[in-house]
């Protein structure tokens, strides 16, 4: 193994900055608009902000007003200190004034040519003149798509073409070029004119990595063809890698490509590898060994990673290890150790080295020289529109140089810009320390490593969810990881075996007799019976409040440390057996992997928040401190608690409910949904696990107008608690509220119901964001979630743009059984809800017309395509009743006005959601739009304990918000105790 030896980089280092010979990028020449843009940006993160969500909105603003709008909403606010020449003069002018116009056209013109310095045109055919100017001053080039989301399979399509124009286009025009042996010509043979890049996201519209051989072979689908074109043009093709979700999707496409007969032997194929990922140096050492066994060279473009804000704020959501080094210098030293194992495999991976930083690009010449090549046997890449007195220096040495080349829209293209403006104005950016902070020559081309003082790696502290009780979300499983697929597979086929077993009801570790079972089927093939359910009579019923009742006083008592310690036992048996609880509700209820993941992850929430709440809440709380008394507020237990659960979150929401019961002092007696009693059961099996005292929790599987009714009106019942439909919440308040024989207290209900769900889509929303927004809110778990979208009331400005991705979109969304990975919409869970949900999509063909109603599959499973219908105002009963299934009514407002009048046009005050840009509307939605839980920018379901307490108001709910600090009260009653402690004019001091 060669070894680069560091007075080499350093030499060839300040080689390289001679050539530069003091020059400066074009991005930060303040002649130059976008100069003094950067220039601010870098001096104030608080315009820096501003700034760039001006530029990414700015595509969507359809006029002059608007554009004036959002420059005042973004750059003349009162509490800002921006320099008077970004706000153009339009501070104190209306949006439609001639002022406003002349600044609008003005701010168009410096963003369209700042755009124009990064993307070199819409097309092929527009960029030709770019790309041959280029070639004649000696720089190759990589062609790349823009496009930062695909939500359908049109449009993967239309990609798909677009990418055959350039492949064609640009192999017919470059023909003709002057031959340049430095860019063609290598030690290891031709080196292709066109080069082009594709992401693989944007070939297949459904790429999730939970499914990776439909994922795989879905993308191959479009990208052998491709791969063809490409080798009978003689031209190289590139998989960039995205998003480290994709990335093992994207190795795996590549080499499975390769490996296919008609390709083994292509050699004009490259995978980009992102030196900030931890795990890459591994990938290439496994790539090398691919390559070598398969017997021909592939290219690899070593790059630092464009992702690293959305990777390490995702991790640290989602509670998942960071895919990506913290700190820049672990990235720089990751980039130096990928170049070797690139430099020692160049027989088989031929190194595209992509970086802006002078330390990395010397690196890599001392070490190609140290492994005797040839300097054509390693090509270095930059950016479009980006340092070019860097380009200019290792031309200027001889080698290779290619330019990474966006063409494209200005909408998708905005992204890119984004990012790109991101990491030149970032503090850690190497192009601004060197020539806008003029660090130190020595400095820049120093080894990469700790500066000086900064802690060692791993002594910072992490950032963490922690709540001041220690809380934290139960992670999702990262289907992305192959570990966490096979667990979810292996217990989907375990569940399986277990089917057609028998569950009763349960009191005090006793299973009743039961005179009457009900089958619990699989909704996608109803023929299976997941498992026998043993109906609870009255007479069970009876036993139950009579066990709950005598456990009553002992459990009130009981320290609430050893209450708290039971339930964050079952907390963590629900770990231990994760994917098999969540493998039952795949089964039982249909939920698709991540769906039922998620339920399970908010059933342990659940035990772990209430847990630790109720230790704080039953510490008494001084209130006042005056000598000579003491006044204490504590909570005590109400009493006898019923637990009325629903069946679309089978165990989460009666793991919440009961939890929250129990950890507060009550007895409980479950009653769970018809539909979802097995699931149920395997709660009440782990609460006998964990050892509650007999009779605490009971088990009451059962018909709700003979259980559930029989709970509600009986005088030991001092509350209830109840999620699920309007209809029947009311019914419970009704019979709750009158007095039963013998009963002293008044009942309380907690009680959840149901929605009418909108979103609203602005003038000037992201529309990939927005179309996968609704599409998930909408139709996840086939719409079977409160919390549900079933309205979509979009702005008419950007009306039929959205329209048409979204029944593009519905139309891919890949429908099946749900214990197939890849489905995202399985059926509803039985057959009266499938009949419902069909009559309203009759009753939608009446008030409304049909855009999209997806057929289902040739099954006996109880399926119901996903169903958009236009046309719908606020007077239908389509936008006033719930429906409960996957029927969105798409409807038209003139403004936001409108849209907002029109969301809270309903009776429900559920849950809600915004996709603006304008921060004045995003205010006004805080202010104004009637919900309990509203969401600006992302779906409006998937609410997480303590992060987002979830529940509404008006008929949407009578009760505090699940997950959230005051549940608990609802299980409790407040106390105050006054006490004198003043004896004799003495008083002892009290703490």
């Not at 340049?180 to 996201?201: C, D, H, M, W």
């Not at 409040?545 to 048996?573: M, Y």
């Amino acid at each position: 193994m060669a070894r680069a030896n560091e007075k080499d980089v350093v030499r060839l280092g300040r080689e390289i900055f001679d050539r530069m010979q003091g020059q400066s990028p074009s991005v930060f020449r303040k002649d130059y608009w976008s100069g003094k843009m950067m220039d601010w940006s870098m001096k104030d993160e608080a315009f820096k902000v501003e700034m760039f969500r001006f530029v990414d909105v700015f595509p969507t603003l359809s006029d002059h007003v608007q554009v004036a709008e959002h420059l005042q909403e973004y750059f003349c606010r009162p509490e800002q200190n921006f320099p008077s020449s970004f706000q153009w003069g339009l501070s104190k002018v209306k949006p439609e004034s001639r002022i406003a116009r002349m600044a609008a056209g003005q701010i168009e013109k410096q963003i369209v040519g700042m755009a124009e310095r990064f993307i070199a045109g819409t097309n092929a055919e527009e960029a030709l003149p770019t790309l041959e100017q280029m070639w004649a001053q000696g720089l190759c080039f990589t062609l790349d798509l823009l496009g930062e989301a695909t939500v359908s399979e049109a449009e993967a399509g239309e990609y798909f073409e677009r990418y055959v124009e350039i492949l064609e286009t640009l192999s017919a025009k470059s023909s003709a070029w002057p031959a340049n042996p430095t860019l063609e010509q290598a030690k290891f043979g031709r080196v292709p004119r066109v080069n082009v890049s594709v992401k693989i996201s944007s070939l297949f519209s459904q790429l999730d990595p939970i499914d990776p051989l439909g994922s795989v072979e879905g993308v191959k689908e479009r990208l052998r063809p491709l791969f063809a074109l490409a080798r009978d043009k003689g031209a190289f093709i590139n998989l960039d890698v995205e998003q480290y979700r994709y990335k093992d999707l994207t190795f795996a496409v590549f080499k499975s490509l390769l490996e296919e007969p008609e390709f083994k032997g292509f050699e004009h194929a490259g995978i980009v590898a992102q030196a900030y990922l931890r795990d890459c140096e591994e990938d290439l050492k496994a790539l090398a060994k691919w390559a070598k066994k398969r017997g021909a060279p592939v290219t690899v473009r070593l790059v630092k990673g464009a992702y690293w804000d959305y990777e390490t704020i995702l991790a640290e959501q989602e509670g998942w290890p960071c895919p990506v080094f913290k700190k820049k210098w672990e990235t720089d030293q990751s980039y130096e150790r990928c170049t070797q194992v690139l430099l020692d495999n160049h027989r088989v991976l031929r190194a595209a080295i992509a970086s802006h930083n002078v330390r990395s690009i010397a690196f890599a010449m001392a070490y190609a020289n140290a492994c005797r090549l040839d300097k054509s046997q390693i090509e270095f890449q930059m950016l479009y529109g980006m340092a070019e007195p860097m380009k200019a220096a290792v031309q200027g040495m001889g080698y290779r140089l290619r330019d990474y080349v966006p063409i494209g829209e200005m909408i998708p293209g905005m992204a890119y810009l984004v990012r790109r403006l991101l990491e030149n104005t970032s503090n850690e950016s190497w192009l601004r320390m060197s020539f806008v902070e003029g660090e130190s020559i020595e400095r820049l081309l120093a080894a990469p490593g700790p500066l000086d003082g900064a802690p060692a790696p791993g002594a910072e502290p992490e950032i963490t969810s922690l709540n001041a009780t220690g809380f934290r979300n139960e992670p999702l499983r990262d289907f992305a990881r192959q570990s966490d697929r096979e667990r979810m597979a292996q217990a989907v086929a375990s569940v399986r075996k277990m089917f057609g077993r028998r569950y009763g009801a349960q009191v005090a570790y006793r299973e009743l007799p039961a005179t009457e079972t009900l089958p619990s089927l699989n909704p996608a093939a109803p023929d299976e019976v997941v498992g026998e359910v043993g109906m609870a009579s009255l007479r069970d019923t009876e036993e139950a409040l009579q066990a709950a009742s005598q456990a009553q006083q002992s459990w009130a008592t009981t320290p609430v440390e050893e209450r708290a310690r039971l339930v964050l036992a079952v907390a963590e048996a629900m770990r231990r057996r994760r994917d098999e609880l969540a493998a039952w509700m795949v089964w039982e209820v249909g939920k698709t992997w991540r769906e039922a993941d998620g339920d399970v992850c908010e059933a342990i929430d659940f035990c772990e928040y209430y847990a630790r709440e109720a230790m704080e809440l039953e510490r008494p709380e001084r209130l006042g401190r005056l000598p000579g008394e003491l006044n204490e507020l504590m909570y005590v237990p109400r009493g006898v608690s019923a637990v009325i659960a629903p069946w679309n979150f089978p165990l989460a929401i009666l793991t919440g409910m009961t939890m929250a019961a129990a950890v507060t002092g009550n007895a409980v007696i479950m009653k769970p949904a018809e539909q979802s009693s097995v699931i149920a059961a395997q709660l009440m099996n782990l609460c006998n696990e964990v050892g509650f005292p007999p009779g605490v929790i009971g088990f009451l599987p059962g018909r709700g107008e003979v259980v559930g009714e029989a709970l509600v009106t009986d005088a030991r019942v001092h509350t209830v608690a109840f999620t699920g439909s309007m209809e029947v919440g009311l019914q419970i308040v009704e019979k709750a509220a009158k007095m039963a024989p013998g009963q002293a207290h008044v009942k309380h209900v907690v009680c959840e119901m149901g929605g009418k769900n909108a979103i609203i889509v602005d003038a000037d929303a992201d529309l990939d964001e927005a179309v996968t927004g609704v599409v998930h809110s909408a139709f996840g778990f086939q719409g079977q979630k409160c919390s549900a979208c079933s309205r979509v009331i979009v702005h008419q400005s950007c009306y039929e743009a959205f329209k048409e991705r979204l029944v593009e979109a519905v139309k891919s969304v890949l429908l099946g059984p749900p214990a197939e990975p890849g489905t995202k919409i399985g059926p509803v869970v039985d057959a009266q809800a499938k009949a419902s949900i069909e009559r309203y999509i009759a009753l939608g063909r009446d008030e409304g017309r049909v855009l999209v109603q997806r057929e289902v599959p040739e099954s006996q499973g109880y399926y119901v395509g996903p169903t958009v219908i236009e046309g719908i105002t606020p007077e239908h009963r389509l936008a006033q009743e719930e429906i409960f299934g996957p029927v969105l009514a798409l409807m038209k407002a003139e403004s936001f006005d409108q849209a907002l009048a029109m969301a809270n046009s309903t009776r429900f005050a559920l849950t809600g959601g915004v996709y603006s840009r304008s921060p004045s509307n995003i205010a006004r939605a805080r202010r104004e739009f009637a919900v309990g839980n509203l969401y600006i920018n992302r779906g409006i379901t998937g609410a997480l304990v303590y992060r987002n307490p979830f529940g509404g108001f008006k008929l949407s709910g009578a009760g505090t918000k699940a997950g959230g600090p005051d549940y608990l009260l609802h299980f409790m009653n407040p106390r105050v105790v006054v006490e004198n402690t003043m004896r004799r004019g003495f008083a002892p001091e009290i703490d």
